[in-house]
């Protein structure tokens, strides 16, 4: 059992930044690929970025790409996702995801947190 504890969300301006943090309990977290989904009101939760267990490959939806960065620190057991140029429509819950099942754009793996509020405004 994995448990995954999101930080770092907040209300920032078109433009801006956040940093958000992925903390995971369990020694098995560094052989997991991890990821992000995010949910917008109204709107089914969507897949933003994936990153292997040892860093080497990472996945991004179209719509972050060139702004948005995941990583990993495995000494750590924290995932992070840097978000840049934020625009209003990447406002959401964003959801950190992680276990020993790949992550796809429509799978997502086995243990998710609980989700940390990023709000953008125009």
């Known amino acids: 059992q994995v448990q995954l504890v999101e930080s770092g969300g907040g209300l920032v301006q078109a433009g801006g930044s956040l940093r958000l943090s992925c903390a995971a309990s369990g020694r098995t977290f560094s052989t997991y690929q991890a990821g992000w989904f995010r949910q917008a009101p109204g709107k089914e939760r969507e897949f933003v970025a994936a990153i292997g267990s040892r860093s080497r490959t990472t996945y991004y939806v179209n719509s972050v790409k060139g702004r948005f960065t995941i990583s990993r620190d495995n000494a750590k057991n924290t995932v992070y996702l840097q978000m840049n140029s934020l625009k209003p429509e990447d406002t959401g819950v964003y959801y950190c995801?992680?276990?020993?099942?790949?992550?796809?754009?429509?799978?997502?793996?086995?243990?998710w947190g609980q989700g940390t509020q990023v709000t953008v405004s125009s």
């Open positions: 995801n992680a276990g020993p099942r790949g992550i796809t754009p429509n799978q997502p793996s086995d243990y």
